[in-house]
């Protein structure tokens, strides 16, 4: 995708303050600073905070052979540390040396996975403790780093020595004080906020001055107030990140419960916020709706969050502040995107899925989106993110929000997105035995002329799901390039539902368990194509998509219908 002139100017201003972030980090990290990042090197770790993280117990084996399964790559080390062999790519690297996996050493209970983890902790001490450069040290890898190793300090101390634990503290404290330094001048998103979690972790497990406690829950308290919204998502719209920084968040709070100072309010407020609305991302089988980054995600990660939420009750219907919407009724639900795009320094991982939505029914997914992270395979992250991987409209197979793919400036500022919709309208539709909302987002306005409204109602106790889809001629504009600008409108199908026509001509999706839906649309005659799912467990697997495509000029309006015909083992 091209970058429109109009959107230059706001590029390059991103460029140049990532730009000059990073020279101030390299000058804050460089030799004339270094002695700021040594000191006193405390004699123990007060407190160990829990991990929340799902560990498989069974990796910790796959380690010990030489086998490193990190961000969807296994690398074979043939006896080397896998600190000395060369990453496959940036992703691999950083969460290597994030030491997120020691997770699952530390689930292994065994002296063998215990006695990995201090050799691998020798190793990147013996190669990285010294010199402050590379992934190794970037600071959002830092602080993951700093997080894993206050968790499972109880393991990597364990049957040492004195002089091993002197390195080890001696080299947490340098990472500490690092960090410090330079968290003010990281990138506005959540790596800059699991900074300022790590730091407040660092203060109560360390023994640390007064000062630098208070600056710690200081810091902590503004970055939540500023990416915490109001109905408890995240300012980059990424359900997973929500996710994440609940893994975070939950234990921080805990440990502050466990020590003498008392936790900042900030903290408390946003963890009460956030626990509700991780929910109100959730289909019935325990799944993530995938929108903006969510690849694929074990529901037992989010079981392991959501049971420390004593709020219980039914999930929220409405997102306002992070711009979604969600529809229940009997065994249905639906979630949808009803928001503009992030801000562009919070969009790295944004999707152009504006007025796309999921539908799951009982404990099974039939509409979803293409959902693909930060971590899937590099030649289909664009096509992943775009608005035709989507459950949504597109026009001429363009997206609503345009990404910046330049190869120089990617290095840099990676490729968020640079513009895209800056209006939505909204409703919510509620009346008796009907839930449904009617949303307008101007995403085609400038290369189209057009607007598109999506009106979706579920009713009939959640056995029927009705939608409008308009596209709606701006005044004193004219439609671009031909009057017939194609439209196509696109219901991407889970894997594990059978969908076909069946006898009477109409689409069939069937479950499992026997629970039936079929498609309809009295406009326009569906056909199935092909489609591919990047949210696999096992990586990107086929699937099918209804489509639905017409000219602009042909139908002002689309009405399509999906209805349950059987529900099977369904009980509740």
Request: hydrophobic share 40%; charged share 20%.
């Amino acid at each position: 995708m091209s970058v429109a002139l109009s959107e230059k100017p706001q590029l390059w201003g991103l460029a140049f303050a990532h730009s000059w972030r990073r020279l101030s980090r390299r000058v804050r990290s460089g030799t004339l600073f270094r002695w700021r990042f040594t000191g006193f090197t405390p004699e123990n770790i007060l407190i160990s905070p829990t991990d929340l993280r799902v560990a498989d117990p069974h990796l910790a084996q796959e380690f010990y052979h030489g086998r490193f399964a990190l961000a969807g790559r296994i690398v074979e080390t043939g006896g080397l540390s896998p600190f000395a062999v060369e990453p496959p790519t940036r992703e691999w690297d950083a969460a290597l040396h994030s030491f997120g996996w020691l997770r699952h050493l530390r689930a292994a209970q065994t002296p063998l996975a215990a006695a990995n983890s201090r050799a691998l902790l020798g190793d990147w001490m013996r190669l990285f403790s010294r010199k402050i450069s590379g992934m190794a040290w970037r600071p959002e890898v830092t602080a993951q780093r700093i997080i894993a190793w206050l968790h499972h300090s109880p393991m990597l101390l364990e049957n040492t020595d004195a002089a091993t634990q002197k390195r080890f503290l001696r080299s947490l404290s340098t990472q500490i004080r690092y960090l410090r330094s330079i968290a003010g001048s990281m990138d506005e998103g959540d790596d800059k906020l699991r900074a300022r979690i790590a730091l407040a972790y660092a203060s109560l497990a360390l023994p640390t001055s007064p000062s630098a406690i208070r600056s710690a829950k200081r810091h902590l308290e503004h970055e939540l107030n500023r990416q915490i919204l109001s109905d408890g998502g995240h300012i980059s719209r990424s359900p997973v990140i929500l996710l994440e920084l609940l893994a975070d968040l939950i234990p921080l709070r805990q440990s502050y419960a466990d020590s003498t100072d008392n936790p900042p309010k900030a903290l408390i407020n946003a963890v009460e916020r956030m626990l509700p609305a991780l929910r109100f991302f959730r289909h019935r089988d325990g799944s993530l709706a995938l929108f903006n980054g969510v690849g694929p995600v074990l529901p037992e990660r989010i079981s392991s969050v959501l049971r420390h939420d004593d709020t219980a009750g039914a999930p929220l219907t409405h997102a306002p502040y992070s711009g979604y919407d969600r529809l229940s009724m009997g065994s249905t639900t639906i979630i949808a995107d009803t928001g503009t795009p992030p801000a562009v320094g919070a969009s790295r991982d944004a999707h152009a899925g504006c007025l796309s939505f999921e539908m799951s029914s009982s404990r099974q997914r039939y509409i979803v989106n293409s959902g693909i992270d930060r971590h899937g395979p590099a030649e289909f992250r664009t096509l992943g993110r775009s608005t035709a991987a989507h459950s949504t409209a597109t026009i001429n197979d363009t997206s609503s929000c345009r990404f910046s793919v330049k190869s120089g400036l990617s290095q840099w500022i990676g490729s968020p997105v640079v513009s895209g919709p800056t209006q939505m309208q909204r409703q919510r539709l509620e009346a008796a035995g009907e839930q449904g909302f009617i949303a307008l987002h101007d995403g085609y306005s400038r290369p189209f002329g057009l607007n598109h409204e999506r009106r979706i109602l579920l009713s009939h106790s959640g056995s029927i799901i009705q939608g409008t889809d308009r596209f709606l001629q701006q005044e004193n504009k004219q439609t671009r390039a031909h009057p017939n600008n194609n439209i196509a409108i696109r219901f991407h199908i889970h894997p594990s539902v059978r969908v076909d026509f069946n006898q009477d001509g109409l689409i069939e999706l069937s479950s499992q368990d026997n629970d039936t839906w079929i498609f309809s649309c009295r406009d326009i005659a569906p056909v199935l194509e092909d489609s591919i799912f990047f949210a696999g467990s096992r990586g990107p697997v086929r699937a099918k998509q209804i489509v639905l495509s017409f000219g602009v000029n042909d139908l002002p309006e689309v009405n399509w219908q999906l209805t349950r015909i059987a529900l099977g083992n369904y009980s509740g």
